[in-house]
């Protein structure tokens, strides 16, 4: 299965692995990050130079990063597509100025500004001051769009594109429930649902998370009317969020269902306090409305034979969220650039408006990726070089 997965990037890494493969890395089997960065503060001034990359190809182009989000590493998926190693890089999405390119490269030259993800299979780390990237894994990033917000917007970008355009069709007249909108990838969600004219409603886990739902508002000046239809806190455990989706749409239900995870189980086998705030696969059911769409971000979901029942009566569809989907296969990356330039368009033009924390320096990268690799972190994490 892996062999697919982009192995010309591979032709130019293996002589050079074992000098690489301590550049911002991720000790996979602890949370703490100590060792790797270590050794990348060492080698950062030698890295600066280029001087431990091998030779740029043919479709390769070299990346001064001037700033890395940190995301959760899902190593469990490593392992399952064989790609488990001991040591994996941290950050992935970056953006940056290109300083050199290869002889075959057509979309970019040097002083560019680009943008991207890097695939799963890198042996790079975004956390490196100079990395080489393939050519069709970036895009150009907008003059006026900032180094910290091209690289903390593009994965949710990435993953709201997918949910709303390609495992749902998101239209004007449709209604979108979009469960914990005040996160990173919840807010960028109800940013692109609402430019596409659909109405949205959203859950919220506590008073501060309710309060910037109702603060967001479109881009367009003088426009008062909130983002969110109705904002559902459920951070005591007293609203039926069913109940409350059924009243606000008349009790047609909603047509799409962006979840964050849901209550696989009775509440007494759920023992941490965020299980107890997620809806049970009952009551998502039980709100979607007929022909609709539940996309779940639930990768262990299990629906008893009256589940599915219940979706056949509704002619209803439930969809997996994998965003990294774009990187298994070169068949849509034509696709898949589109994407990341729509992306960098919206940011562009204040559509989408991400939630970020302050920029982070180089040395905090550690304490900021165990707080990412905890789930602990509310807004985007994002080291500035």
């Not at 023992?271 to 971000?297: E, N």
Request: charged share 25%; aromatic share 6%; glycine share 6%.
């Amino acid at each position: 299965m892996v062999s697919r997965i982009h192995l010309e990037r591979k032709l130019h890494l293996s002589s050079r692995k074992e000098v690489r493969t301590h550049f911002g890395l991720f000790e996979k089997q602890e949370v703490s990050l100590a060792k790797c960065l270590a050794v990348l503060k060492e080698q950062h001034v030698c890295n600066s130079a280029g001087e431990n990359l091998p030779p740029t190809g043919d479709n390769d182009v070299k990346v001064q990063v001037r700033a890395c989000a940190l995301s959760w590493i899902d190593t469990k998926l490593l392992s399952e597509i064989k790609l488990e190693k001991e040591l994996l890089p941290v950050g992935r999405e970056i953006s940056g100025v290109v300083l050199e390119v290869g002889r075959k490269v057509t979309f970019f030259q040097p002083d560019d500004e680009v943008v991207g993800i890097l695939p799963l299979d890198s042996e790079e780390s975004g956390l490196c001051e100079v990395i080489l990237v393939h050519e069709h894994y970036l895009v150009h990033k907008p003059e006026k769009v900032c180094w910290v917000e091209a690289a903390g917007t593009v994965r949710d970008g990435v993953r709201a594109y997918t949910a709303l355009h390609y495992l749902s069709q998101v239209s004007p007249g449709k209604t979108v429930l979009i469960m914990d909108g005040a996160s990173p990838f919840g807010t960028i969600a109800i940013q692109l649902a609402q430019h596409r004219g659909a109405k949205v409603i959203s859950t919220a886990y506590s008073l501060e998370d309710k309060q910037h739902l109702e603060r967001l508002r479109p881009p367009v000046e003088g426009v008062r009317q909130p983002l969110v239809a109705r904002v559902i806190d459920v951070s005591n455990g007293k609203i039926d969020v069913a109940e409350s989706c059924l009243e606000e749409t008349g009790g047609l239900g909603v047509d799409i269902v962006l979840d964050a995870g849901v209550k696989l189980y009775s509440a007494e086998d759920e023992s941490t306090s965020k299980s107890q705030l997620l809806p049970h696969k009952h009551d998502i059911i039980t709100l979607l409305g007929v022909g609709g769409h539940w996309i779940t971000t639930e990768k262990n979901l299990q629906l008893d034979p009256p589940d599915s029942h219940s979706l056949f009566l509704k002619g209803a569809t439930v969809s997996f969220l994998n965003d990294e989907i774009w990187n298994l296969s070169n068949v849509q990356q034509g696709k898949y650039l589109s994407i990341l330039e729509d992306i960098m368009e919206k940011l562009s033009s204040s559509i989408f408006r991400p939630q970020l924390d302050e920029p982070i320096p180089l040395y905090e990268a550690k304490v900021s990726m165990e707080i990412v690799q905890k789930h602990q972190a509310r807004k985007r994490q994002v080291i500035q070089f």
